[in-house]
């Protein structure tokens, strides 16, 4: 089975600075999706940013990119200018690219609260 | 374009009690998802549905059913409440079974006495 590790419960970053918020997983499949969401304190997550498998080159959005390293199955999301509303948790997610079944679901990790200091 | 709406927002029911969540699909989304959020975890998938039907289910009882509407909105019924069933409950849509974005709503948040 698929998991998801999100080794820092807690980050803290100034605001303008740059934050990473890592990542790793584990699967035996070759073709996924990863995927970071935000969820502020209004509870809908958001989705920041995705990532497909076997595209070699990091997804960017804006002030927000990707570190993504197959082989050592990590997936580290860069946050860059770090603005007041970047403040949320943040949980990075694994889904698989098999349609149908519960391969179709996402694999959430238990998510890295991200403080932003004025 | 109307985005993922669930009801209630808030809720409180007693435990051995039965509960039912309703969510509206982003409009053309023909594939549903339910997780269960528990405070200061990641969300857990509980089911999908395509076309109505169940496709999916993840490590939940029985006690946990739902339906899917011709017009793609669903319901997550819960029977026989218990304390451990407090939670967010986030449902999530997408265009397309296996599709790979899922668009949330912002949940139900459900306190079991």
Not at chain 1, 13 to 42: G, H, I, M
Request: proline letters at 4%.
């Amino acid at each position: 089975a698929q998991t998801v590790t999100q080794s820092q419960p807690e980050m803290s970053v100034q605001e303008a600075e740059t934050v990473t918020l890592s990542c790793t997983y584990d699967t035996s499949e070759s073709d996924y999706y990863l995927f970071w969401y935000k969820q502020p304190p209004s509870r809908q997550m958001i989705l920041v940013i995705r990532q497909e498998a076997y595209k070699q080159q990091n997804a960017t959005e804006n002030r927000f990119s990707v570190n993504f390293q197959k082989a050592a199955k990590s997936f580290s999301l860069k946050i860059s200018d770090s603005q007041l509303g970047d403040a949320a948790m943040y949980f990075c997610a694994y889904r698989s690219a098999v349609h149908g079944g519960s391969q179709g679901n996402l694999i959430f990790g238990k998510g890295t609260k991200l403080s932003v200091k004025p | 374009e109307t985005g993922v709406t669930q009801s209630p927002t808030h809720l409180i029911k007693t435990r051995g009690q039965q509960v039912t969540l309703r969510c509206s699909s982003q409009s053309g989304h023909n594939t549903v998802s339910w997780y269960q959020q528990a405070l200061g975890q990641g969300p857990q998938f509980i089911f999908q549905y395509y076309r109505e039907e169940e496709n999916g289910r993840g490590n939940f009882p029985p006690r946990f059913s739902g339906l899917q509407f011709p017009n793609y909105s669903s319901e997550l019924n819960v029977n026989a409440l218990e304390l451990d069933d407090s939670a967010l409950y986030l449902c999530a849509s997408s265009l397309e079974l296996g599709s790979g974005e899922l668009f949330f709503g912002e949940g139900s948040r459900l306190t079991v006495l």
